[in-house]
T-cell receptor
Framework: EAGVAQSPRYKIIEKRQSVAFWCNPISGHATLYWYQQILGQGPKLLIQ????????DSQLPKDRFSAERLKGVDSTLKIQPAKLEDSAVYLC???????????????FGPGTRLLVL | RKEVEQDPGPFNVPEGATVAFNCTYS??????FFWYRQDCRKEPKLLMSVYSSGNEDGRFTAQLNRASQYISLLIRDSKLSDSATYLCVVGGFNNDMRFGAGTRLTVKP
């Protein structure tokens, strides 16, 4: 079974530039998550989708971050404009069960390492 | 107060040692609980789910105390390959996940 795919794997940009990350979840997984992991910290949930609807985006800095999952499969996360503190690994994860139905196993992609100069 | 708190460590133990990690969470309505393992520069991977009755998988034992909002992970007979960061994860009703900062373990020969 193919895992969660993410691209690009690495990105270096200057502050105030824009950047976009792409995620393709495991086939059939309805729930998709984007996390930000700053060095030395645990992953921080940015946004959670159930199919193409947003379940939780309470920790997404909406003034500069946006995400979409238009057809309920692939997703993109965008930062515009980027700041130095956005340097982190951006992880995408997917899971199969629907919210509230039981324990949820997330499968993570390899992440995109972003460096903002 | 952080939603999920872990002792950051690092824990440096010899091979064969028993080591225990603790985690506390703030939201009493949390529904699901996990331990994930993350190797250096890799993505997190599920180690085990944590149930109220406690569960064991080989050398690993996880326990949950809902009254104290406390989760633990015990590793017996540590191996060099157990060296990693262990992440405590707590899920809400919608499976919105909150991660702890992780506890770093190094097992030495």
């Amino acid at each position: 079974e193919a895992g969660v795919a993410q691209s690009p794997r690495y990105k270096i940009i200057e502050k105030r530039q824009s950047v976009a990350f792409w995620c393709n979840p495991i086939s059939g997984h309805a729930t998709l998550y984007w996390y930000q992991q700053i060095l030395g910290q645990g992953p921080k949930l940015l946004i959670q989708f159930q199919n193409n609807g947003v379940v939780d985006d309470s920790q997404l800095p909406k003034d500069r971050f946006s995400a979409e999952r238009l057809k309920g499969v692939d997703s993109t996360l965008k930062i515009q404009p980027a700041k130095l503190e956005d340097s982190a690994v951006y992880l995408c994860a997917s899971s199969q069960t629907r919210p509230g139905t039981g324990h949820e196993t997330q499968y993570f992609g390899p992440g995109t390492r972003l460096l903002v100069l | 107060r952080k939603e999920v708190e872990q002792d950051p460590g690092p824990f440096n133990v010899p091979e064969g040692a028993t080591v225990a990690f603790n985690c506390t969470y703030s939201n009493s309505a949390s529904q699901s609980f996990f331990w994930y393992r993350q190797d250096c520069r890799k993505e997190p991977k599920l180690l085990m789910s944590v149930y109220s009755s406690g569960n064991e998988d080989g050398r690993f034992t996880a326990q949950l105390n809902r009254a104290s909002q406390y989760i633990s992970l015990l590793i017996r007979d540590s191996k060099l390959s157990d060296s990693a960061t262990y992440l405590c994860v707590v899920g809400g009703f919608n499976n919105d996940m909150r991660f702890g900062a992780g506890t770093r373990l190094t097992v030495k020969p």
